[in-house]
């Protein structure tokens, strides 16, 4: 009976193929028509089944991109200050950065009568103060600058002007004083929405290691204008007492602290940073002096190894 079986080739096996034929069966099989062992319409089939698969898996994957957008607002961070991972204490920053690799580097240093060495600071200067100088390149065009003042805060959608042409002999026109060996150094506060500073409206709250000078000024501020007390106040000063003796007389351009109408930031187009142009008139040729620049604020906590609230940079001039 199995004879029987195996002559109506019920049980007959598949003909022996080597390995190279087996290999090109598989790759096209023209008695049954297969191509990598499916026929053409099992591929449409399969083919046309992980079309909708992944054109389904698409569609959801772009619905909840949508969905996930329209919950965010291209001006105002949904996470702020506390919540938010660079946090309420805004760091000082400044300009201009040395043209070296090293991007730990905060060395301001070239030869005093050279202008091909004062070109590369007052180059980089130029590049960075360009959209101060021209409000053209800002978004909006410079249409919502507005001349503010300590009693003429900017309104809805407005930002303030931040004249930087005008703050002699820190201009582009002078080279920055650089090629006097007495150079000018901008210094900035990052921006973090939100941030309202406080202000030391009272002249006997402020703090002990506040500079003497500085309360000085602050008093006579008071005197002349209490309205003048609602700024960050800036002092920059050598680190230690050999570099205090050496860094010199300092000016502040075109004041010591940025105008508290510069604050909230609020991400309004066209905004610019306030700059304060610190230029140090006569600091001592040949050696390396240490400068520490430091914002006031009651608000502002000031951490050295964190770069918050202060900023640090070397001068050196041959």
Not at 269 to 282: C, D
Request: charged share 25%; proline share 8%.
């Amino acid at each position: 009976m199995a004879d029987k079986k195996k002559e109506t080739g019920f049980y007959s096996p598949p003909p022996s193929l080597d390995t190279w034929q087996n290999l090109k069966t598989f790759f096209y099989d023209p008695k049954k028509g297969k191509i990598f062992g499916r026929t053409g319409p099992s591929w449409a089939k399969i083919g046309l089944f992980y079309l909708i698969f992944y054109a389904i898996l698409a569609s959801l994957f772009g619905i909840m991109l949508w969905i996930f957008y329209h919950t965010l607002d291209p001006r105002i961070p949904r996470w702020q200050l506390t919540e938010s991972l660079i946090g309420q204490n805004p760091g000082l920053g400044f300009r201009p950065f040395p043209n070296d690799s090293d991007t730990r580097s905060s060395l301001i240093w070239y030869q005093g009568k050279s202008r091909q060495s004062c070109k590369l600071w007052t180059d980089t200067l130029e590049k960075f103060l360009e959209v101060y100088r021209k409000p053209g390149l800002t978004p909006g065009r410079g249409q919502n600058i507005y001349n503010c003042d300590y009693d003429r805060p900017p309104g809805k959608g407005q930002v303030c002007d931040v004249d930087v042409k005008n703050w002699y002999p820190c201009t582009a026109e002078n080279n920055f004083n650089y090629h006097l060996s007495s150079p000018c150094v901008f210094i900035k506060l990052n921006k973090i929405y939100g941030w309202q500073p406080e202000f030391f409206n009272d002249t006997r709250e402020l703090p002990e290691k506040m500079p003497e000078d500085l309360k000085n000024l602050i008093s006579v501020q008071k005197s002349i204008n209490p309205e003048l007390l609602k700024t960050v106040w800036v002092s920059c000063e050598g680190e230690s007492p050999v570099d205090r003796e050496n860094i010199g007389d300092i000016q502040y351009i075109p004041r010591q602290g940025f105008p508290g109408y510069f604050y909230p930031y609020m991400n309004t187009e066209g905004y610019l940073s306030p700059l304060i142009a610190v230029h140090f008139k006569r600091p001592k040729t040949g050696i390396i002096i240490n400068v520490e620049c430091r914002a006031w604020a009651k608000n502002l906590k000031v951490d050295r190894k964190e770069k918050i609230g202060t900023v640090h940079f070397e001068l050196l001039i041959d």
